[in-house]
């Protein structure tokens, strides 16, 4: 079950108890901000849950399909949808060992820029990895960063966003894995929830989280960015 700090947020947005037990739900929330005035919550059981703001109070839906169709028609299509991962409530992080793990300051700029010249533009942008973000894990093979991930707070809450990027030569090994747990522990010791969102398409992303800990809490459409 996710850490209260997770169910929070997700009841703020929906300016709902989360709901459970399959079904759909449609609420307003008067408190969403321009960016976010439909949003769409699949719970990894199923449950679909609805919120818009009043300037969409018109909006009416059965189901998720239908929330997508109406917003879309008031103006507010979704984006595609993100699967979103907490870890499991009785994960207990402990030290990541087997490469060299640790904390990234300004003084690895050097090793970073090296990092990031040796990956593709399109991990770059998929992963959204920076040196420069509140809390920043690397792995080193040598002198070598092969591996970054990095968080920062989300929404000004207690939940803390991450991305993670391993160079392709040293895929494959479980660094990626080592480096999020590393990561998690950093954003659990400074009080924040670890968040790990990746396109509901992405295997290999998927596959990752679960390895690293995280389980699936569902899949979460906010207005496209376009609209």
């Known amino acids: 079950m996710p850490a209260s700090i997770v169910e929070e947020f997700w009841r703020t947005q929906f300016a709902t108890e989360p709901y459970r037990g ?11 901000e321009e960016d976010r005035r439909a949003m769409l919550l699949v719970a990894a059981d199923g449950t679909e849950t609805a919120v818009v703001s009043p300037a969409l109070a018109g909006v ?11 917003s879309a028609e008031a103006g507010a299509r979704l984006h595609d949808p993100d699967l979103v991962h907490y870890l499991a409530a009785d994960d207990r992080i402990g030290e990541e060992t087997g490469h060299d793990i640790r904390l990234l300051t300004s003084a690895d700029e050097d090793a970073f820029a090296a990092f990031e010249a040796g990956a593709s533009e399109q991990d770059l942008d998929d992963a959204y990895v920076e040196l420069d973000h509140w809390a920043v894990v690397g792995a080193f093979d040598g002198d070598e960063l092969v591996c970054a991930a990095s968080a920062y707070p989300w929404d000004d809450t207690q939940l803390a966003d991450l991305g993670v990027l391993t160079l392709e030569s040293h895929r494959g090994r479980g ?3 080592r480096v999020v747990r590393a990561l998690a522990g950093e954003i659990i010791a400074r009080g924040y929830e670890p968040q790990y969102r990746c396109q509901v398409d992405n295997a290999a992303s998927i596959a990752l989280a679960r390895r690293a800990g995280f389980e699936v809490y569902g899949t979460w459409e906010p207005v496209s960015p376009d609209q």
Not at 22 to 32: C, I, R, S, V
Not at 60 to 70: I, Q
């Open 175 to 177: 660094i990626a894995r």
């Open 60 to 70: 009416t839906a059965t189901d998720a399909a239908s929330f997508r169709a109406a």
């Open 22 to 32: 399959g079904g759909f739900a449609l609420t307003a929330n008067p408190t969403l």
